[in-house]
């Protein structure tokens, strides 16, 4: 079955990097629409981040200069190189998979970004 599994989360300083990953099962990956969403507590889950099958790539105005989506379509993983991170990048994140009206979700990693 459909499987996405963040990982690489923690806490940084402000203006420090991270970078998330999410490994991906049970789909053909190189068919998906895969993105990245945050949902920091008591607010919406937003958008942060798209990349196409195709390669395009698409970021929230928030974030964009800062974070870098990417994909390896050979080894199934989605990533989020997130640098000059801002306190309010702080929460949690969530790599999506996309075919069609289809969408899956993983379990989501904590980010932090404090001093």
């Known amino acids: 079955q459909v499987q996405l599994v963040e990982s690489g989360g923690g806490l940084v300083q402000p203006g420090g990097s991270l970078r998330l990953s999410c490994a991906a099962s049970?789909?053909?990956?190189?068919?998906?629409?895969m993105a990245w969403y945050r949902q920091a507590p008591g607010k919406q889950r937003d958008l942060v981040a798209v990349i196409t099958k195709g390669m395009s790539t698409n970021y929230a105005d928030s974030v964009k200069g800062r974070f870098t989506i990417s994909r390896d379509n050979a080894s199934k993983m989605v990533y989020l190189q997130m640098n000059s991170l801002k306190p309010e990048d702080t929460a949690v994140y969530y790599c999506?998979?996309?075919?069609?009206?289809?969408?899956?979700w993983g379990q989501g990693t904590q980010v932090t970004v404090s001093s």
């Open positions: 049970g789909i053909i990956f190189s068919i998906c629409t």
């Open positions: 999506n998979a996309q075919v069609g009206p289809a969408s899956s």
